[in-house]
């Protein structure tokens, strides 16, 4: 089982940053490809970003390539989503995924863990 706890959400401006975190516990982080998934309201949820167990390989969704960047740090069980030159559009709630598998994917239902969410809103 693993746990996960999103954090870094928030209001900010068009053009603006903001910096989501997600703290895992429970079995070894490493083992785990990890995923940024979003949902605005009334549409399904999304695919942003995904990270191998190692960082070796990235997946970014051609909308925020070039302004989100996923990294992690599997020392201190943390995935992050750094994002830069947020747009309205970019507003959703924004969840954490952890995926039985060293490489990640797109699809949601891939993964096995999923966080309660952190709102990201941007206005314009």
Known sequence: Q??????GGG?????????????????TFSAYAMGWFRQAPGKEREFVAAISWGGGT???????????????????????LQ??????????VYYCAARSSTEPTTTPTHYNYWGQGTQVTVSS
Do not use: W
């Not at 997946?59 to 943390?78: E, M, P, Q």
């Open 2 to 7: 693993v746990q996960l706890v999103e954090s």
């Open 58 to 80: 990235t997946l970014h969704t051609n909308s925020v390539k070039g302004r989100f960047t996923i990294s992690r740090d599997n020392a201190k069980n943390t995935v992050y």
């Open 11 to 27: 209001l900010v401006q068009a053009g603006g940053s903001l910096r989501l975190s997600c703290a895992a516990s429970g079995r």
């Open 83 to 92: 994002m830069n030159s947020l747009k309205p559009e970019d507003t959703a």
